[in-house]
């Protein structure tokens, strides 16, 4: 699996360098953009940060230097004027698919000049199976007894009473 990992790594980090330095944005930056593009409706900055498992901070420094480049722009939400929706702008709409774009044209040359037709179709299944990997959510762990989210077991009193331990009334 560390094979796996290293590799899956350099593979990113040739892809990164194939777009970031030409557009003028940091990767954060960069990144914050694509989230904001990708996210179905109209995100808060809570939920990119969600979704890039990065600080608030980082966000609202991105989205900083976004809105100053005209990728972006934050308007107060018309049902909770306390909640800040994040839009991106046509300017960084096409900033994404730029990025998308140069990224599948490099990659599009590497596998035609490198692998041949099995190897490619070896890749497009290969890349089936890392997309499954990465949508894996694993069950939650069983609560540990004592603990305050424990489930008593069938059968126990507290299980008979819905929980209470007072014959189904709420103490």
Do not use: C
Not at 44 to 61: D, G, I
Not at 84 to 113: C, M
Not at 137 to 166: D, F, K, Q, W
């Amino acid at each position: 699996m560390r094979r796996l990992r290293t590799q899956i790594k350099l593979l990113q980090r040739r892809l990164r360098r194939e777009t970031f330095p030409e557009h003028g944005l940091s990767r954060t930056a960069l990144q914050v953009l694509a989230a904001t593009v990708r996210f179905p409706g109209t995100p808060q900055p809570r939920h990119l940060a969600e979704e890039l498992m990065m600080t608030s901070s980082n966000v609202a420094a991105a989205l900083r230097e976004l809105e100053a480049a005209g990728h972006v722009r934050r308007r107060k939400d018309a049902a909770d004027a306390r909640r800040v929706l994040v839009l991106a702008t046509e300017q960084g709409e096409a900033v994404v698919a730029g990025v998308r774009n140069d990224r599948d044209s490099w990659l599009g040359r590497a596998v035609e000049t490198l692998l041949d037709p099995r190897e490619q179709r070896l890749l497009l299944a290969a890349g089936e199976l890392m997309q499954r990997l990465a949508e894996f959510e694993p069950e939650p762990a069983p609560a540990l007894s004592g603990s305050p989210a424990a489930v008593p077991a069938a059968g126990t009193p507290a299980a008979s009473t819905g929980g209470t331990g007072t014959g189904g009334r709420a103490s």
